[in-house]
């Protein structure tokens, strides 16, 4: 009796362990199904347009958001821009307080972006999101007509390979700029080829 409960026993412990795993490969299953899809889906959501002010003519703005003049962003730039003018503008040179804490040194920086054909917002990555500079300066955005029809680029520099959440937290927050401000954004740069395939179409090189 002893050895058939004994034996009852075992194969009950071995059918809950059997339960078990099968259990935990279809939740892994279902995460990574979840994973994929959110990236997908992160994907499938970025949508750009093609550039309206490609003539050499054109009025550009590089606003720098790095602790850096001439660092990684500001070099990425350059291969952005390539041989066409720019007034760069960074941020670090200017005192813009948290919102709600008066306006500080915004409107300085403001009246040199106003009236641009083209805008290139330049950010380092910190925690997988944009520069402190960049977040405060767009937190004192108030919508206006004064961008209305220009072109945005974007660049996202970062030491990892993989920039994928810096990249659709960025993408996110700016187009939703760009929306309310009525531009154009044409595409986001994390890498050197990438800066040269937009520079081809801010000069309308196909």
Not at 30 to 50: I, Y
Not at 98 to 117: C, E, R, S, T, Y
Not at 120 to 137: D, H, Q, R
Not at 147 to 172: M, R
Request: aromatic letters at 8%; proline letters at 2%; glycine letters at 8%.
């Amino acid at each position: 009796m002893n050895k058939k409960f004994n034996l009852l026993k075992k194969l009950a412990i071995f059918l809950a362990i059997i339960g078990l795993v099968a259990g935990t490969a279809v939740i892994t299953t279902r995460l990574n199904s979840d994973s994929s899809s959110v990236t997908a889906k992160s994907k499938a959501k970025k949508k750009f347009v093609k550039p309206r002010h490609t003539n050499q003519g054109a009025r550009r703005v590089f606003i720098n958001a790095s602790q850096n003049k001439d660092g990684n962003t500001a070099n990425l730039a350059k291969k952005l821009f390539g041989s066409s003018s720019y007034k760069q503008i960074n941020l670090v040179d200017y005192h813009i307080p948290q919102i709600g804490q008066g306006d500080g040194d915004f409107p300085k920086v403001w009246n040199q972006l106003k009236g641009a054909d083209v805008i290139v917002i330049g950010t380092p990555v910190y925690w997988s999101n944009m520069s402190g500079y960049l977040k405060t300066f767009i937190d004192h955005l108030n919508i206006n007509n004064d961008l209305k029809g220009s072109d945005l680029y974007v660049i996202v520099q970062g030491a990892d390979s993989n920039q994928t959440l810096a990249i659709n937290s960025t993408y996110g927050t700016l187009n939703r700029v760009s929306k309310r401000f009525d531009l154009n954004f044409v595409g986001i740069a994390q890498t050197n080829s990438q800066a040269n395939t937009l520079h081809n179409k801010m000069i309308g090189k196909k």
